[in-house]
T-cell receptor, first 111, second 111 residues
Framework: GEDVEQSLFLSVREGDSSVINCTYT??????LYWYKQEPGAGLQLLTY?????DMKQDQRLTVLLNKKDKHLSLRIADTQTGDSAIYFC???????????FGKGTKLSVKP | EPEVTQTPSHQVTQMGQEVILRCVPI?????FYWYRQILGQKVEFLVS????????KSEIFDDQFSVERPDGSNFTLKIRSTKLEDSAMYFC?????????FGSGTRLTVV
């Protein structure tokens, strides 16, 4: 079945760029999402990309999709301490569009 | 901006008790979902609901679980006889034309 994998941890310095990577098994996804979860909080939608797109930019966020390698990445430019959180990659498959989540990448931003 | 509202934010219950988690989805959305996240693990799909019936459910969603849309606004998840392993964050989501919106979750602790 469908699966989504992410590395578990990423540590960067404030002001640097962060790149969070995600791979998925099934190339027939329709949408791919990035969610942010701060401690004790819910899932905040950051951005999403249609599977027929290669790139999407939204202010400090850039999403790159490589369908051949089934690889999705989220780049955060000029990372701030407020960006420290867990970032989840999720794919939408199936007729009802249920989301399949990765385990999440914990981003730590050092001052 | 429209929100998905979940209540309560925290619930502590004794093993074997019934709990009802409540959600108010976005009013013009037609698809509703429950997901759960056991501490430190992936966000997992439980059930999807459309047109007043379950459209898909996961293996986790056994006979102890049920969902209901008792009126035009609420969407509830009932766990009939809670077990220790039901302790998790439960997220409600609704889906419209522009993707999913998640609530901030209910943290359920079974003692």
């Amino acid at each position: 079945g469908e699966d989504v994998e992410q590395s578990l941890f990423l540590s960067v310095r404030e002001g640097d760029s962060s790149v969070i990577n995600c791979t998925y098994t099934d190339s027939s996804s329709t949408y791919l999402y990035w969610y942010k979860q701060e401690p004790g909080a819910g899932l905040q939608l950051l951005t999403y990309i249609f599977s027929n797109m290669d790139m999407k930019q939204d202010q400090r966020l850039t999403v790159l999709l490589n369908k051949k390698d089934k690889h999705l990445s989220l780049r955060i430019a000029d990372t701030q301490t407020g960006d420290s959180a867990i970032y989840f990659c999720a794919g939408q498959w199936g007729s009802q569009g249920n989301l399949i989540f990765g385990k999440g990448t914990k981003l730590s931003v050092k001052p | 901006e429209p929100e998905v509202t979940q209540t309560p934010s925290h619930q502590v219950t004794q093993m074997g008790q019934e709990v009802i988690l409540r959600c108010v989805p976005i009013s013009n959305h037609l698809y509703f979902y429950w997901y759960r996240q056991i501490l430190g693990q992936k966000v997992e799909f439980l059930v999807s609901f459309y047109n007043n019936e379950i459209s898909e459910k996961s293996e986790i969603f056994d006979d102890q679980f049920s969902v209901e849309r008792p009126d035009g606004s609420n969407f509830t998840l009932k766990i009939r006889s809670t077990k220790l392993e039901d302790s998790a964050m439960y997220f409600c989501a609704s889906r419209g034309d522009y993707g999913y919106t998640f609530g901030s979750g209910t943290r359920l602790t079974v003692v």
